[in-house]
């Protein structure tokens, strides 16, 4: 089973939508949760951190996270071409020594 | 710049040489990860080092990598007798506590 699951994609929204973006983590001792950008050819960069559950909004992202489920989510707002990448999920867990552990990442396509 | 620095960016080698990659870190941040990364996956753990304690390494790894923190500063990447499996970006990261920040990468190309 693999630590964390993302839907591959790709997925595809219009400019000025909302794009939505899910994963699921198998540990449950798991308790620091990301989202990265990567953009072809590049390295991730860090979009968003959430440690509790409920909802944390910055700027147009906002990240959801509920633990009891062990899903987290991204939500884009106003979608814009340039938000065309693939965003991955990792998780963290103190527990299961200090790895961060990816998913294959979702390929998002904002459509002008 | 302030950010994790890898170099070479670029590497092409033929099978069976050896390959060197080096990262150096964001100056405040005791933690250093190596990642590697193929085409339509996600960044692969490898190894982690906090200071200059390789704390842990991936039980994929084969021997014929290494890696390196001398003093807790820069750090060094060594795979030996290429295979063209080894063909991948390599990624080195760095935290403080409980947030990774990815260098720019280092794309082996192994022919």
């Known amino acids: 089973q693999k630590e964390v699951e993302q839907n591959s994609g790709p997925l595809s929204v219009p400019e000025g939508a909302i794009a939505s973006l899910n994963c699921t983590y198998s540990?449950?001792?798991?308790?620091?949760f990301f989202w990265y950008r990567q953009y072809s050819g590049k390295s991730p960069e860090l979009i968003m951190f959430?440690?509790?559950?409920g909802d944390k909004e910055d700027g147009r992202f906002t990240a959801q996270l509920n633990k009891a489920s062990q899903y987290v989510s991204l939500l884009i707002r106003d979608s814009q071409p340039s938000d065309s990448a693939t965003y991955l999920c990792?998780?963290?867990?103190?527990?299961?020594?200090?790895?961060?552990?990816f998913g294959t990442g979702t390929s998002l396509t904002v459509i002008p | 710049d302030t950010g994790v620095s890898q170099n070479p960016r670029h590497k092409i080698t033929k099978r069976g040489q050896n390959v060197t990659f080096r990262c150096d870190p964001i100056?405040?941040?005791?933690?250093l990860y190596w990642y590697r990364q193929t085409l339509g996956q996600g960044p692969e753990f490898l190894t982690y080092f906090q200071n200059e304690a390789q704390l842990e390494k991936s039980r994929l790894l084969s021997d014929r990598f290494s890696a390196e923190r001398p003093k807790g500063s820069f750090s060094t990447l060594e795979i030996q007798r290429t295979e063209q499996g080894d063909s991948a970006m390599y990624l080195c990261a760095s935290s403080t506590r409980n947030t990774i920040y990815f260098g720019e990468g280092s794309w082996l190309t192994v022919v």
């Open positions: 100056s405040e941040h005791n933690r």
């Open positions: 990792a998780v963290n867990s103190y527990y299961i020594g200090n790895q961060f552990y």
């Open positions: 540990d449950r001792g798991s308790q620091s």
């Open positions: 959430i440690y509790s559950n």
